[in-house]
């Protein structure tokens, strides 16, 4: 009887690592998605990729509602408790992250009658393939249980905030020398935005990682770069000032 226990156990903690593993895999293609619907500027996968969060909230629910269960039927303590929580925050951080990716594709959507300047999408490409690296080696840091890969994730959350500083200054200097990108770069921005804060929230499930693995909460400093900012108020108008 204990042995079979032990086993139904076992089998509801695989079943929400289960759920959490297919949340982050739905969480890259839509961020996938919605960066190529901005790339090709296409409607219907722009349209696409916005319907499939509806997915990544569902498992989010599902989550929430087993990890409950779980609590109040076996009152889990010390290890396993910790594993409910980190399920929890994780499955939290990849709702976040499909919430940002679908505002990327809501961005797609509203420019996918607009022409846009090559390198402008460049920069955001050189944006998504990191932050999508980033999401793949924490979910796998995640599956693995491998707390020294999660850090690695941690600390490369830096690399994406410097390429959020280029492209903000890029796309600032678009709008400054010709007003009318303003609106096209203002969309691009707000996309620009979005992927940077997808990798906080990577680094959010970097942290939970290493805490499920050691039971230490990290109490570094989170290593940051943005510096966009500054970049706004030293190209403030004069009258401005």
């Known amino acids: 009887m204990n042995n079979h226990i032990v086993t139904s156990y076992d089998a509801e903690f695989a ?80 709702e976040r992250i499909g919430d940002l990716a679908k505002n990327i594709a809501k961005r797609a959507l509203a420019l996918s009658g607009e022409t846009h300047p090559k390198p402008l999408i460049n920069g955001l490409g050189h944006m998504t393939e990191l932050a999508l690296r980033q999401l793949k080696d924490v979910l796998d840091a995640y599956a693995n249980r491998d707390g020294a890969k999660a850090l690695m994730v941690w600390h490369g959350d830096a690399g994406l905030d410097l390429l959020y500083n280029s492209v903000f200054r890029e796309q600032l200097t678009y709008m400054m020398e010709d ?24 680094t959010n499930i970097a942290e939970n990682i290493n805490y499920l693995v050691t039971g230490v909460v990290l109490s570094d400093p989170r290593p940051k770069n943005d510096d966009t900012t500054s970049l706004l108020l030293r190209h403030r108008p004069m009258d401005a000032a």
């Not at 509602?65 to 939290?92: C, W, Y």
């Not at 940077?196 to 929230?201: F, K, M, T």
């Open 15 to 94: 079943e929400l690592d289960r759920a959490t593993a297919e949340m982050g895999g739905l969480a890259e293609k839509l961020l996938a998605d919605a960066f190529a619907a901005l790339s090709r500027r296409d409607p219907r996968l722009a349209a696409s990729a916005a319907a499939s969060d509806g997915d990544i909230d569902r498992l989010e629910r599902q989550v929430q509602e087993r990890a409950i269960t779980m609590i109040a039927r076996r009152q889990p303590v010390a290890n396993d408790l910790r594993h409910i929580f980190s399920v929890l925050k994780v499955a939290g951080d990849l």
């Open 179 to 202: 007003p009318r990108t303003i609106g096209l770069c203002t969309h691009l921005l707000f996309a620009a935005k979005n992927i940077e804060r997808i990798g906080d929230h990577t």
